[in-house]
Structures are given as structure tokens and as C-alpha cells.
């Protein structure tokens, strides 16, 4: 197939650091290009895929500090997807709401993958679109707004052999968290379950301008550079370092995240992760076997005690078996499918015609999937 992906603008693709909805755009792109489909993805300048590279900006907007307009670069994204909307088959969509009232000018099949949460403002424009095709990243997720187009629900995947096992955690152990340094992430409740199971805690996560006063009221006064040490954003190595050494990964969320791709990311080391009992994470964490979801702080703390009875190489398999790149494009690719015939078929013969002559593939020859 001819595929468009677009991703956010925010942030490069695949991510120097933190940046989860960027690294899944890269992992699935290169995997579809792996796969003979003919990709074109839309990002950064600074991108580096297999794909052709279409970009309106030279580098991630969250890098450009005199940046006056971001939403400029996402206007003149949109209009180059416009222009070449005719040269796709599907055209997949990671940015989130604000593409919506447009898509109803594209003839070419569209599908948006929903990698944030809900708000009572972006409710108002799901509900107005709600007949767009949308991909959940959990179940939980759709939970939250059970009125939308569902086609499937495709959980994340990762490069498993970017994060090598780790047999056997650091000696002395300390505990890792990951994340932004936001109230929704909850690292101070990760600093508050460390320091009642008397372990280290190794922390790591950009601290983004909104969550400033947070970090230096909530976190910061804690940093003693021991007990509780920040070694701020990471690269790819320093954080597979970083989980693959833990005796565990903390991940007390406040909110309800709809995926959260640290827990593969730590499990797939062999670090069992203990989390809170919020969103996506009970279709994550397996219960007792690759570590532990949690309701209060209290159970995190006692589940710091049980994390031994925990198998390093079972957490490493759940991940290989569940959470690929090769699982989730398998999905991806039936997501695909499903759209493009579905939008055939409510198309008129001309209509069908006039695509396939001007060099769409026809249904009968899309690449098959399991």
C-alpha cells in the first residue's frame, strides 16, 4: 500500500529522549517500509526513517525557542498533506484532534491512532467526528469515550532487540522511574514509595515549561543526589541502562494514561514494573507475573518487598510476545485493510475507478496480513 504517516511536530522521529507517541510513529514506519509498502512520513526535518521524509520544519518545534506561532508549522503540514493526499492509499494520522474538521475534505482513506487522553474541550470535537476511523492504543481507552468509529484497539510495540535482558539487577538495588516530571506521571509519588522501602530512587524525564513549578516545588527539594538522584533526560542507551539495572520500575500514575510504553519498555529488560491501577496498565502488567498494579501507595511500597518472587525472564517473554513492532504492524496492517475496502465500498463505481486509474491499488491487491 501507499501509506502517509503524520506525526506531531513537537518532536523528532524516532525521539532523542523521552517521547513516546514519536518512537511507536518510528517503529511502525520503518517496519511498513521493512514490509514493502511504499511510506511516506510527515515530521520533523531532523527525522531519520526509511521512509521519504516530507517536513515543513528543519527541527523539533519544542527546540526552537523563538518560536512565536507553533501552530503555523502545523497548518502548513496540513496543507502539504492536502496537496498530496491523491498519492496515497491511507493516509494515518498521530496528531490528535485538531486535523479532524479537515479530513472531510480527503478523498483518500484517513485513520487516527488516539495516543492521548480525553478532555472535557477535545470530548466536543471527538463527538462531532465521532464517524472518523479510530484506533485505540488500550481498551481502557475506549472506555473513556465508547462513542467513537472504533476499527481496532492496536496496543504499542517496541523494537524488543533495542532492549537487551538483563538476567540480574545492579547490586545495591535502587528503584527507576521514567517519565515526565509532571503530577500526572507522578514521580513524587515514586520519591514518597522509595523512601518508605527504604531504596534508592534513580529518576530521568524531560521537565517540560508548564510542569516547571511542579518539579521545582515537588521534586526538586527531595534531589539529595543519594537517596533520590535526577539525572534529567536520557539517551535511548542511558535508559535501557537505566531499566535494565533496576530492581524495579516505578510507575505510580495519577491519571489514566491510555497506554504507557515505559512498562514495556522496562519489562522487555527484565525489570518488573509496579504500577498504579489506573488506564491501560492492568492490560499491561501481568499480575504477580511481570510485576504489580497497585490502588494505593502503601500496596507499591509492599510490592518493592515482593518484587524478588518476580521472574526476570518471564517479563522479558510476556514483552516478545505481546508487544513487538512485528505485533502491532500485524494490526496496524489489518486496520489498514478494513478502512481502505470499507471507504470502497461507500464509494460510487466512478469514484473507484478514477482512484485506481490514477495509481491507487485496487482491494484485491492489498499485501495480505495474518
Given at each position: 500500500?501507499?501509506?502517509?504517516?503524520?506525526?506531531?511536530?513537537?518532536?523528532?522521529?524516532?525521539?532523542?529522549?523521552?517521547?513516546g507517541i514519536e518512537l511507536v510513529v518510528s517503529q511502525l514506519t520503518d517496519e511498513l517500509v521493512r514490509r514493502g509498502h511504499e511510506v511516506t512520513l510527515f515530521a520533523t526535518g531532523d527525522s531519520q526513517?526509511?521512509?521519504?521524509?516530507?517536513?515543513?520544519?528543519?527541527?523539533?518545534?519544542?527546540?526552537?525557542?523563538?518560536?512565536?506561532?507553533?501552530?503555523?508549522?502545523?497548518?502548513?503540514?496540513?496543507?502539504?498533506?492536502?496537496?498530496?493526499?491523491?498519492?496515497?492509499?491511507?493516509?494515518?494520522?498521530?496528531?490528535?484532534?485538531?486535523?479532524?474538521?479537515?479530513?472531510?475534505?480527503?478523498?483518500?482513506?484517513?485513520?487516527?491512532?488516539?495516543?492521548?487522553?480525553?478532555?472535557?474541550?477535545?470530548?466536543?470535537?471527538?463527538?462531532?467526528?465521532?464517524?472518523?476511523?479510530?484506533?485505540?492504543?488500550?481498551?481502557?481507552?475506549?472506555?473513556?469515550?465508547?462513542?467513537?468509529?472504533?476499527?481496532?484497539?492496536?496496543?504499542?510495540?517496541?523494537?524488543?532487540?533495542?532492549?537487551?535482558?538483563?538476567?540480574?539487577?545492579?547490586?545495591?538495588?535502587?528503584?527507576?522511574?521514567?517519565?515526565?516530571?509532571?503530577?500526572?506521571?507522578?514521580?513524587?509519588?515514586?520519591?514518597?514509595?522509595?523512601?518508605?522501602?527504604?531504596?534508592?530512587?534513580?529518576?530521568?524525564?524531560?521537565?517540560?515549561?508548564?510542569?516547571?513549578?511542579?518539579?521545582?516545588?515537588?521534586?526538586?527539594?527531595?534531589?539529595?543526589?543519594?537517596?533520590?538522584?535526577?539525572?534529567?533526560?536520557?539517551?535511548?542507551?542511558?535508559?535501557?541502562?537505566?531499566?535494565?539495572?533496576?530492581?524495579?520500575?516505578?510507575?505510580?500514575?495519577?491519571?489514566?494514561?491510555?497506554?504507557?510504553?515505559?512498562?514495556?519498555?522496562?519489562?522487555?529488560?527484565?525489570?518488573?514494573?509496579?504500577?498504579?491501577?489506573?488506564?491501560?496498565?492492568?492490560?499491561?502488567?501481568?499480575?504477580?507475573?511481570?510485576?504489580?498494579?497497585?490502588?494505593?501507595?502503601?500496596?507499591?511500597?509492599?510490592?518493592?518487598?515482593?518484587?524478588?518472587?518476580?521472574?526476570?525472564?518471564?517479563?522479558?517473554?510476556?514483552?516478545?510476545?505481546?508487544?513487538?513492532?512485528?505485533?502491532?504492524?500485524?494490526?496496524?496492517?489489518?486496520?489498514?485493510?478494513?478502512?481502505?475496502?470499507?471507504?470502497?465500498?461507500?464509494?460510487?463505481?466512478?469514484?473507484?475507478?478514477?482512484?485506481?486509474?490514477?495509481?491507487?491499488?485496487?482491494?484485491?491487491?492489498?499485501?495480505?496480513?495474518?
Open positions: 500500500m501507499r501509506i502517509a504517516q503524520v506525526s506531531p511536530l513537537w518532536e523528532r522521529v524516532p525521539p532523542p529522549g523521552y517521547g526513517t526509511l521512509a521519504r521524509l516530507e517536513s515543513v520544519t528543519p527541527t523539533a518545534l519544542r527546540l526552537q525557542t523563538d518560536l512565536k506561532e507553533p501552530a503555523a508549522y502545523e497548518a502548513l503540514q496540513l496543507s502539504q498533506i492536502l496537496e498530496q493526499a491523491h498519492r496515497f492509499d491511507i493516509i494515518h494520522f498521530h496528531t490528535g484532534f485538531g486535523v479532524l474538521p479537515y479530513t472531510q475534505f480527503l478523498k483518500t482513506p484517513s485513520v487516527h491512532t488516539l495516543h492521548n487522553g480525553f478532555t472535557p474541550e477535545n470530548r466536543r470535537v471527538f463527538h462531532k467526528y465521532r464517524d472518523r476511523h479510530y484506533i485505540s492504543i488500550s481498551d481502557a481507552q475506549r472506555q473513556l469515550n465508547p462513542t467513537l468509529n472504533y476499527v481496532r484497539t492496536v496496543h504499542n510495540g517496541i523494537d524488543t532487540s533495542q532492549y537487551p535482558f538483563q538476567p540480574t539487577p545492579q547490586t545495591p538495588p535502587y528503584l527507576a522511574f521514567l517519565g515526565r516530571m509532571s503530577p500526572e506521571k507522578g514521580p513524587d509519588k515514586a520519591i514518597e514509595v522509595a523512601k518508605t522501602a527504604g531504596l534508592p530512587l534513580l529518576m530521568a524525564g524531560k521537565v517540560d515549561v508548564v510542569d516547571q513549578e511542579f518539579f521545582e516545588n515537588q521534586v526538586k527539594p527531595h534531589i539529595d543526589g543519594q537517596n533520590i538522584q535526577y539525572l534529567g533526560e536520557l539517551t535511548h542507551q542511558e535508559k535501557v541502562e537505566l531499566l535494565g539495572n533496576a530492581t524495579a520500575t516505578l510507575f505510580p500514575i495519577q491519571w489514566n494514561e491510555p497506554f504507557g510504553l515505559v512498562t514495556i519498555e522496562s519489562m522487555c529488560t527484565g525489570t518488573p514494573v509496579i504500577a498504579s491501577n489506573r488506564g491501560a496498565v492492568p492490560e499491561i502488567v501481568a499480575r504477580g507475573k511481570t510485576g504489580f498494579v497497585c490502588d494505593r501507595i502503601s500496596a507499591m511500597v509492599e510490592a518493592v518487598a515482593q518484587v524478588s518472587q518476580i521472574e526476570r525472564q518471564h517479563c522479558h517473554e510476556f514483552v516478545l510476545r505481546y508487544f513487538s513492532v512485528a505485533a502491532m504492524v500485524d494490526k496496524y496492517e489489518a486496520a489498514y485493510e478494513k478502512v481502505f475496502k470499507t471507504c470502497q465500498n461507500q464509494q460510487s463505481p466512478w469514484e473507484r475507478e478514477s482512484r485506481n486509474g490514477h495509481g491507487a491499488i485496487a482491494s484485491s491487491q492489498l499485501i495480505p496480513v495474518a
